[in-house]
């Protein structure tokens, strides 16, 4: 078993050209924290996601106030400290002489991001466009579409509001048909198949549905709902902003034609920085949300045509990667479901107390939705955030509400163990008047 005493004793043996060495002596904790998942090799994920020797090195690599317990990691994540540093590195450099440091020297360099994203998803590098966000992923294939008066859209009523008041824009502008569908919270893999399949029509033109939606952490079954689109030759478009670097998974396993997702939320990456994946053949087709020459037409790079931006926030996505990967995308996974089941299977059961996302991996991890009977959420975050310093986001749907819980892999059993405490105070006693 790794621990935090053998860890040390590695390192003040180990020669001084060795990792393990250079990273001890110089304090280094993105280092201690990927030579960490040495110690743990040949374990289950499941086992190591309850080793606090080894998660403490990765919590060791973050840079977080300790006094909040920030559970919102949902929206944004903060970086670990390598990649903060990479980022003001090539920031500084890029401010020495713009012009030439970072058009010419730094910008060119984004090409090694670009090959790093499309290993990791399992596609061509030339099929990845670095963006700022999964927004504006989406928006370029939402908006990039040739479609006509009366084509229907066929999307969910818990798809991403950005992504929904897109769609009503194209509607408003041009008189297509947006048609959002109902979906039971939690639900099976089956029940969202039928779902789409009832609501499909010959006038069905496009499909688009969250890998996992953003409320709930509901995980749809992407593969099979691409393929019935695909049957029917519609377009399918989705959305996996809080999908990619959160369990593991490739293209392969999605087979999908357009995906977008935000690389600042699980991947912890800098803020601003997404990518967009468009399968190879459907490039041509599909116009960019900023205008490039016709030339481009063919070009991944054309959906990066967005003017003047930072060469630092895309560069240091390669440091964000080197983290994650070196944790391991199965125990970073496992890690997540452990903080979420420990808290949750606490209080489930406990009278008023609903669960809204799946205990079973295949259709939730580390982003869920807790509701209490009779109690207001938005009230119940005020009082975790005034009494325990506790953050968490409010979800307020016309079909279900409750609290959106998101720790990430620098969160401690301290803190889910004080929100578990909390949650349960309010099971028994309520809200103080």
Same mark, same amino acid.
């Given at each position: ?25 110089? $304090? ?11 110690? /743990? ?6 086992? !190591? ?14 840079? /977080?106030?300790?006094?909040?317990? +920030? ?29 030439? @440091? ?74 297509? !048909? ?25 006038? @069905? ?20 709902? !691409? ?7 519609? $377009? *399918? ?40 994946? !468009? ?24 959906? $990066? ?7 630092? +926030? *895309? ?85 279900? $509400? ?23 105070? /309010? ?7």
């Amino acid at each position: 078993m790794y621990t935090r005493r053998s860890f040390l004793k590695r390192a003040s043996t180990a020669g001084a050209t060795g990792v393990i060495a250079a990273s001890f002596i110089s $304090e280094n904790a993105i280092a201690r924290a990927l030579d960490a998942t040495r110690f /743990v090799a040949g374990r289950t994920p499941d086992d !190591v996601a309850m080793d606090e020797d080894f998660w403490l090195e990765i919590q060791r690599a973050f840079t /977080v106030d300790r006094t909040l317990i +920030n559970f919102n990691n949902g929206g944004v994540s903060p970086s670990p400290k390598v990649v903060q540093e990479a980022m003001r590195r090539y920031l500084e450099y890029s401010n020495s002489a713009p012009v030439y @440091t970072m058009w010419r020297h730094l910008d060119p360099q984004i090409e090694s991001v670009r090959r790093r994203l499309a290993l990791n998803f399992g596609c061509d590098m030339e099929e990845i466009a670095i963006t700022r966000n999964a927004s504006e992923s989406l928006e370029n294939c939402q908006l990039g579409l040739d479609l006509k008066p009366g084509d229907e859209i066929l999307t969910t009523n818990q798809d991403y509001p950005r992504m929904l008041t897109t769609w009503r824009q194209r509607e408003r502008r041009e008189g297509i !048909v947006v048609k959002k569908i109902s979906i039971p919270v939690p639900a099976t893999h089956d029940q969202i198949i039928e779902a789409f399949e009832k609501a499909i029509t010959p006038r @069905t033109k496009v499909m688009h549905f969250c890998h996992i939606t953003n409320l709930s952490g509901q995980i749809y079954p992407v593969k099979r709902l !691409v393929q019935i689109a695909r049957a029917r030759g519609i $377009e *399918a478009i989705v959305d996996g902003a809080h999908a990619y670097a959160h369990f593991p998974f490739k293209h392969a396993d999605l087979d999908c034609d357009y995906y977008g997702t935000s690389l600042h939320k699980w991947l912890t990456a800098p803020f601003g920085t997404g990518f967009l994946y !468009v399968r190879k053949n459907k490039i041509p087709g599909l116009w960019s949300l900023m205008a490039s020459e016709e030339q481009n037409s063919a070009n991944i790079r054309k959906f $990066e045509e967005i003017g003047t931006h930072p060469s630092a +926030n *895309a560069l240091a996505i390669n440091e964000a990667l080197d983290f994650h990967e070196g944790i391991g995308a199965e125990r970073k996974a496992a890690r997540l479901r452990y903080l979420f089941h420990r808290w949750a299977k606490r209080i489930d059961g406990q009278k008023g107390v609903k669960i809204l996302t799946s205990f079973d991996p295949k259709l939730g991890c580390g982003l869920t939705l807790v509701n209490i009977d009779g109690i207001d959420p938005i009230k119940l975050s005020g009082h975790l955030q005034s009494e325990y310093r506790i953050i968490t986001t409010v979800i307020k749907h016309p079909e279900f $509400e409750g609290l959106r819980v998101t720790p990430n892999v620098y969160s401690t059993i301290r803190e889910v163990d004080i929100f578990a405490e909390a949650m349960e105070k /309010v099971v028994k006693h309520g809200l103080p008047s």
